[in-house]
């Protein structure tokens, strides 16, 4: 019985370390295309590059001369392999489109949204991800004018307001950097802690261990900051 048992841990030691083995491999190839090494993604350019190849996109949208019409249009190839240019965190807001503001196409960038635009755990992982498995040499936090979590976070911090649900979570999230803004005495107090709140995470970001901040050490990845004007389409780099 015992030689039995310690057979059957064996086998299912080995089995789980197969398909753990299995799941790593796969991550880490070049965005699952086995045939092409590294160098060779469409995605092995500078983070400068990438940063000034999203922003020329992004005075298209303004202009409203986009690029990017048909989204069939390389579908195929993009079953097989993403070559994301860039990682972006943004607001989960209904208005802020990021493939459209920079006019991109699909499989050019690699977004994690939610309301506010701040790095946790969950976010933190998938950029992690895109950075060290899809090669994607820039990370932008992009926020927005007038972003509604960062009013209502102003409004609990000065007012004492208390929201429902899981609202008071996403509110300690932002709350630093509104606090960090207040005490500027900015003319326009929500404008500055919407920029405030992007460089708080943009920091964050930077310092993220023990992944991202090892990347932006090496050069090989940028985290930089910008904040979307709704009203005229424009992204400003903080």
């Not at 690699?110 to 635009?117: K, S």
């Not at 709140?197 to 985290?223: M, W």
Request: charged share 20%.
């Amino acid at each position: 019985m015992c030689e039995d048992h310690k057979h059957y841990l064996s086998r299912r030691h080995l089995m789980a370390a197969g398909t753990a083995a299995a799941f790593l491999g796969g991550l880490a190839l070049p965005a699952t295309a086995q045939e092409k090494p590294p160098a060779a993604a469409p995605n092995a350019i500078s983070p400068d590059v990438a940063l000034k190849r999203i922003m020329d996109g992004n005075q298209r949208y303004a202009a409203n001369t986009s690029r990017n019409k048909d989204y069939s249009v390389g579908r195929a190839a993009r079953a097989a392999a993403q070559y994301p240019i860039a990682a972006l965190l943004s607001c989960a807001d209904a208005r802020v489109a990021p493939e459209l503001v920079f006019d991109q196409g699909p499989g050019e960038l690699f977004i994690v949204r939610g309301a506010g635009n701040f790095v946790n755990d969950d976010g933190l992982a998938s950029l992690e991800y895109g950075v060290k498995f899809l090669g994607t040499p820039l990370i932008m936090v992009l926020g927005h004018s007038g972003c509604g979590a960062v009013a209502a976070t102003i409004k609990v911090v000065e007012e004492n307001v208390t929201l429902p649900g899981h609202l008071p979570g996403l509110v300690e999230a932002i709350k630093p950097a509104v606090m960090i803004a207040a005490k500027t005495k900015a003319k326009n107090p929500l404008d500055e802690a919407i920029a405030e709140n992007v460089r708080y995470n943009v920091r964050k970001l930077q310092e993220a261990t023990p992944i991202i901040d090892a990347f932006v050490k090496s050069g090989k990845v940028k985290v930089v900051g910008g904040v979307y004007n709704i009203a005229t389409g424009k992204v400003s780099l903080l």
